[in-house]
């Protein structure tokens, strides 16, 4: 190993693994020389969040659960936990946390921004609700992050998944707007399969608000698709950005307003 490396043709990814100079960064290629250095290691935490796809930041490291204590080997950065049965999962050979394991590990452990931003990705997918969250909590009393998991549950049960909609949500309430709700299913009210962030079911207007972070391509293309089946059910859609909702509340607070006024008097 040694000669490869001293060569230059091989290049070290972490722990025992190395690989071709030539072969790109890749959090798969990360985790098998993970396991491939200690295999009784369970790779975790935001290591196991890039290899489930979900949104956080690279920080460099590898992180892996392990049952006895052992030395941090370079980027390999080794957690004494326990794991449950169920906190497990296993993805193209490799022993990782299961993907809702992995979600509460990253909320709680993240900073409060990074963690703002998963939270709105994962509740707009469905992936994890406040009462999932909140009984995790309450099963693992004193566990590090729990207050902000508890933030991250109580933001879920009010409906506020970003802090855009939290900024639009305040907006409303200040101005004493009532008829409205928070995150609403439209499945059987209308039969569109959607979750919109803000629902007048007496005039059917939704209100959209996009957050300070770009959804990324797919999310782009199910916006506009949902978006074409709410009109096509009979909705107005309003839309707005975080530059709106912290910019010009005032015009926003105005429009939403004035389009539900107008729909009213349509009827």
């Not at 490396?5 to 290049?11: F, I, N, P, Q, T």
């Not at 030539?22 to 993970?34: E, V």
């Amino acid at each position: 190993m040694l000669h490869r490396l001293s060569s230059g043709a091989w290049r070290r990814v972490c722990g025992a693994g190395i690989v071709l100079a030539a072969t790109p960064p890749d959090p798969w290629c990360d985790a098998h020389a993970a396991v491939l250095t200690w295999p009784d290691a369970t790779v975790a935490l935001t290591s196991a969040a890039l290899l489930h796809g979900l949104p956080v930041p690279e920080d460099g490291r590898v992180r892996v659960v392990v049952p006895s204590p052992r030395a941090r080997r370079g980027r390999l950065i080794p957690h004494e936990r326990v794991l449950e049965p169920g906190d497990l999962a296993m993805l193209d050979g490799v022993n990782l946390t299961s993907r809702e394991r992995t979600i509460v590990d990253c909320l709680g452990l993240l900073s409060r921004d990074h963690a703002s931003r998963l939270l709105a990705w994962v509740g707009t997918r469905g992936l994890l609700d406040a009462d999932d969250l909140e009984r995790w909590v309450l099963a693992h009393p004193g566990r590090r992050g729990n207050v902000q998991r508890s933030w991250c549950a109580d933001r879920l049960r009010r409906g506020a998944l970003s802090e855009a909609e939290e900024r639009l949500h305040d907006l409303l309430h200040g101005a004493g707007v009532t008829g409205w709700v928070a995150n609403a299913s439209l499945l059987h009210p209308l039969g569109v399969p959607a979750v919109v962030d803000v629902w007048f079911e007496d005039v059917r207007l939704v209100v959209e608000i996009d957050g300070r972070v770009a959804h990324g391509a797919d999310r782009f293309q199910d916006d506009r698709t949902r978006q074409n089946l709410l009109v096509g059910a009979g909705c107005t859609v309003l839309r707005y950005t975080w530059a709106d909702v912290t910019g010009r509340p005032v015009h926003v607070l105005a429009q939403i307003l004035t389009t539900r006024q107008r729909l009213r008097a349509a009827a």
